[in-house]
């Protein structure tokens, strides 16, 4: 079957421009996760989403940063006034749900988007 | 304070050899453990999890609760086992979201 897909795959923007990351999780999937790798930061938590909330945002960077996720499925990251230390690669994972207390569920992930402030 | 450390940046071996890619971390509370493998130019993918004790690609980890360590081994490397490897955990709170705690990774070359 399909599998969590991403766009754009690449964007390069100037500072100070917004972007919008999309992605779309595997058909199902209640569970959607963002992440960023960046040189030197490695791969880093930044939201989780069950449904269409998102009970930990403890992993966005600023206020710049925000989420949305709309009909269970397709989900929106956008950075508002871009800086340079925003390059790096956005993934998205889903998993069919998160379970506490049972063990995690397997994330699946994007190709991610490759975002290059210049 | 929640931590994977994966203290090699490059592993190099040659092919036959075994492999062991550390893997420390440090979590209050009962944690779920996993390897995650990219290689080149594919997506991240789950290669093994503590929880379902398997043998994935020859690969094994074994979780040592006193050690807090869970290294990744294979007695003998392919070189089609050249990847990114990370090491990666979560909570199993009934708070947990699943989200994932990664390591820095480190990259396994293996030489012919």
């Known amino acids: 079957g399909a599998g969590v897909s991403q766009s754009p795959s690449n964007k390069v923007t100037e500072k100070g421009k917004d972007v919008e990351l999309r992605c779309d999780p595997i058909s199902g999937h209640t569970a959607l996760y963002w992440y960023r790798q960046s040189l030197g930061q490695g791969l880093e938590f930044l939201i989780y989403?069950?449904?269409?909330?998102?009970?930990?945002k403890s992993g966005l960077p600023s206020d710049r940063f925000s989420a949305e996720r709309t009909g269970g499925s397709v989900s929106t990251l956008t950075i508002q006034r871009t800086q340079q230390e925003d390059s790096a690669v956005y993934l998205c994972?889903?998993?069919?749900?998160?379970?506490?207390?049972?063990?995690?569920?397997?994330?699946?992930f994007g190709p991610g988007t490759r975002l290059t402030v210049l | 304070a929640q931590r994977v450390t994966q203290p090699e940046k490059l592993l190099s071996v040659f092919k036959g050899a075994p492999v062991e890619l550390k893997c420390n971390y440090s979590y209050s509370g009962s944690p779920e453990l996993f390897w995650y493998v990219q290689y080149s130019r594919q997506r991240l993918q789950l290669l093994l999890r503590?929880?379902s004790r398997e043998s994935i690609k020859g690969f094994t980890a074994d979780l040592n609760k006193g050690e807090t360590s869970f290294h990744l081994k294979k007695p003998f490397a392919q070189e089609e086992d050249s990847a990114m490897y990370y090491c990666a955990l979560s909570g199993r709170a009934s708070s947990n979201t699943g989200k994932l705690i990664f390591g820095q990774g480190t990259t396994l070359q293996v030489k012919p």
């Open positions: 994972a889903s998993s069919p749900l998160s379970i506490g207390g049972a063990g995690t569920d397997t994330q699946y």
């Open positions: 503590h929880i």
């Open positions: 989403f069950q449904g269409n909330s998102a009970p930990d």
